[in-house]
């Protein structure tokens, strides 16, 4: 909820809407605004809202992935855990990319700021679905609510 002293409406009247979902800073730096899967490479993604925290921290890279159901609780946030070993994303991550397909892409990188090489794109792929190329990145969707 917002403060008391929060107004309820903007600059012209509008209603100020409360978030639909939130979570704490001690769980991230930033918000990284994400995208509605709507690609067809993995069926369990679709209509979920795939989005991330850019750290938690300055100093080592421990970015996330999260996702929330629309069709679901809107509070409730799920995070990814990657790979066959179900690990979190591990790096800053500093955006989204959504092909003409609906597929969805990570951009992150183990450098704090834009220095060296060590930039990655991910294309999510929950597990379990079939990809006919080359997966750049896991996802299990058996995730923990946070």
Known sequence: MPP?????????GEPLL?????????DGIAVIGGFVYRGKKSTQLFGKYVFGDFSRSFFVPSG????????GALTDIFEFQLGELNLPLGKFLFGFGEDEDGEIYVLTSVNLGPTGNAGEVFR????????DEDSDSDSDFDSDSH
């Open 4 to 12: 008391a002293s929060c107004p309820g409406t903007g600059p012209n």
């Open 18 to 26: 409360n978030p639909i979902a939130e979570y704490n800073h001690n």
């Open 64 to 71: 996330r992935l999260f996702w929330l159901d629309a069709d």
């Open 124 to 131: 999510l792929l929950a597990a379990g679905d079939d990809d």
